[in-house]
């Protein structure tokens, strides 16, 4: 399966922010995973998808100055569906698409890794 071109098609973005949200979100369900379920699983995920690293790399990046721990407030970075939320705003995916964007890269990771990795990664998803 082809996540970047899902990410295109289904939700209608630019191919470049399609790879940054790709391994930024990936990357979100492998800390997820690391913190929920164990260091084991989650390094799993990274070897199966040895492109996340430069799917991250085309993520856009905040201009110096445009964040403060003001708009960080009221916002728990140890919540992941509050994570996945702020994700998806970078990249103007409306959180209504969260499961569209979710389903989709649990698509494409049952296509990397054991079934059994897949299972510990979906239970340990909000």
């Known amino acids: 399966m082809d996540l970047v071109g899902a990410y295109v098609s289904e939700l209608g973005l630019p ?9 930024q979100f990936l990357g979100l369900i492998e800390d997820t995973v690391r913190e929920k379920v164990s260091f084991g699983i989650a390094a799993k995920i990274r070897d199966a998808v040895p492109e996340m690293a430069q799917w991250q790399l085309a993520a856009p990046t905040l201009r110096p100055g445009t964040l403060s721990l003001n ?5 728990s ?6 994570e996945r939320d ?3 705003n970078r990249f103007s995916v409306p959180a209504a698409r969260a499961a569209k964007v979710q389903s989709l890269a649990l698509a494409f990771l049952s296509t990397r890794v054991e079934p059994s990795v897949l299972a510990a990664v979906t239970k340990a998803l909000p």
Do not use: I, V, Y
């Open 71 to 75: 708009d960080l407030a009221g916002t």
């Open 77 to 82: 970075m140890l919540d992941p569906k509050a």
């Open 15 to 23: 191919e470049n922010a399609a790879r940054g949200l790709a391994g």
């Open 86 to 88: 702020s994700l998806l």
